[in-house]
């Protein structure tokens, strides 16, 4: 079993849903990272959360601890949204500053 | 302003050869992280540079990867005797520091094709 898990692996949405993204984790984190990349592209980090809730623009990122889960949520979604949603955490244990990664989730949205 | 920037962005080699791939941090961050990301999947930690020296090598797969960072700043990552595994996609990230709080911001990638 991957340390972390992301669900749904694929999601296609029609412009303008309300988008959920969610990963669990198995170990001790000392944060965790959202992270977005577009086909051919880099990787764009847009939450770091060890707690509660974040907002940027229409994106919105959410964390319980105790339950070692977190969402990222897309208001008003958009074309310009579709890429790969990747969750990662630092671990507690070994290296705190690498990160590990889940497989990511796959979004397009069509008009 | 630059970001982080990678080179080459494309490299295709034959099985048997020896590659380097460079990476060029973002300037002052300390920190320099090496990833690999196989197709349809998130990106695995291979190596980690705090200045100059190897903090972690835990990612690393086996003898025939190694990665420098002689000045603390750009660092390369080699590749002995490709294997057709070995294809995937090699990203680079810094951060100011290792601490916890530490935004890692990547590069473009090099995408490594081992024929």
């Known amino acids: 079993k991957n340390e972390v898990e992301q669900s749904p692996q694929n999601l296609t949405a029609q412009e303008g849903e309300f988008i959920t993204i969610n990963c669990s984790y198995s170990?001790?984190?000392?944060?965790l990272h959202w992270l977005q990349q577009h086909p051919g592209g880099g990787i764009v980090s847009l939450f770091m959360?060890?707690?509660g809730k974040k907002k940027h623009g229409r994106l919105i990122a959410t964390i319980n601890i105790q339950e070692k889960h977190s969402s990222l949520h897309i208001t008003a979604s958009h074309p310009r949204d579709s890429a790969v949603y990747i969750c990662a955490v630092r671990s507690l244990a070994g290296t705190a500053s690498k990160l590990t990664f889940g497989t990511g989730t796959r979004l397009q949205v069509t008009l | 302003g630059a970001g982080v920037s990678q080179t080459p962005s494309n490299k295709v080699t034959e099985k048997g050869k020896y590659v380097e791939l460079r990476c060029d941090p973002i300037s002052g961050h300390t920190a320099l992280y090496w990833y690999r990301q196989s197709l349809g999947q998130g990106p695995e930690f291979l190596i980690y540079?705090?200045?100059?020296?190897?903090?972690?090598d835990s990612g690393l797969p086996n003898d025939r990867f190694f990665a420098v960072r002689p000045e603390g700043s750009v660092s390369t990552l080699k590749i002995q005797r490709t294997e057709r595994g070995d294809s995937a996609v090699y990203l680079c990230?810094?951060?100011?520091?290792?601490?916890?709080?530490?935004?890692?911001?990547f590069g473009p990638g090099t995408r490594l094709t081992v024929l």
């Open positions: 170990v001790g984190i000392s944060a």
């Open positions: 990230a810094s951060s100011y520091s290792s601490g916890n709080t530490d935004t890692q911001y």
């Open positions: 959360l060890s707690s």
């Open positions: 540079f705090q200045g100059t020296g190897a903090a972690d």
